[in-house]
């Protein structure tokens, strides 16, 4: 089936920094969304984009659907504590998700 | 607007034991899904409802997982008898509709966490 791919498995970042994560697959997709789970609840979704070359903006969160179509990414400024978490990338197609492996952010104060 | 309920929250049973999962979606949301997320992956579907009809069930393994969605409203999801690797959070989440279609803005619920000793 298809695959997304999120690399690294973890960042580590210093608060205050800015973080880019990217999502890439060998398939066009018309849907890319961002998720974010954290520890004991379910995902919440962040920024969802429906247009290729499209950018999209949620507070300090900006992401962009590529135009290859094949990609996404996700920045997160001026970063918090409570950006810790994991953040999913989904792509969407037949009316259902799916979804990458994920990224652990994590936060120093 | 209250989100997407689920319980029990936490499970533990022995492999071969059965278990039940119940999922409330958000009021008004004609579709309904279940997914498995295994510790460090993510959420992988099991089914989807769209008002008490099963959309696709592909992923479901139909020998000791089913599910049911009577009234068109809440769901729940059963695992019989359950196996070692079926330890994982089970996810509910619901949509709705834009057009004809569902929406992809799926909205999930906090999890039961199960686990098969």
């Known amino acids: 089936g298809q695959q997304l791919n999120q690399s690294p498995q973890s960042m580590f970042i210093q608060e205050g920094e800015d973080v880019s994560m990217n999502c890439t697959s060998s398939s066009i997709f018309n849907t890319w969304l961002w998720y974010k789970q954290d520890p004991g609840e379910g995902p919440v979704l962040l920024i969802a984009?429906?247009?290729?070359?499209e950018l999209t903006s949620n507070g300090r969160l900006t992401a962009q659907f590529g135009i290859t179509r094949k990609d996404s990414f996700l920045n997160i400024s001026a970063s918090i504590p409570s950006d810790v978490g994991i953040y999913f990338c989904a792509t969407g197609a037949n009316s259902k998700l799916t979804f990458g492996k994920g990224i652990t952010l994590s936060v120093r104060p | 607007e209250a989100g997407v309920a689920q319980s029990p929250r936490y499970k533990i049973i022995e492999k071969r034991q059965s278990v039940a999962f119940w999922c409330n979606p958000i009021?008004?949301?004609?579709?309904l899904y279940w997914y498995q997320q295994i510790l460090g992956q993510g959420p992988k579907l099991l089914i989807q409802?769209?008002?008490?009809?099963?959309?696709?069930d592909s992923q479901l393994p139909k020998d000791r997982f089913s599910a049911e969605r009577l009234k068109g409203v809440d769901s729940t999801l059963k695992i019989q008898p359950a196996k070692l690797e079926d330890s994982a959070v089970y996810l509910c989440a619901s949509s709705t509709f834009r057009g004809a279609n569902p929406t992809y803005e799926q909205y999930f619920g906090p999890g039961t966490r199960l686990t098969v000793t």
């Open positions: 409802f769209q008002n008490n009809g099963v959309v696709d």
């Open positions: 984009l429906y247009k290729a070359g």
């Open positions: 009021s008004g949301h004609a579709t």
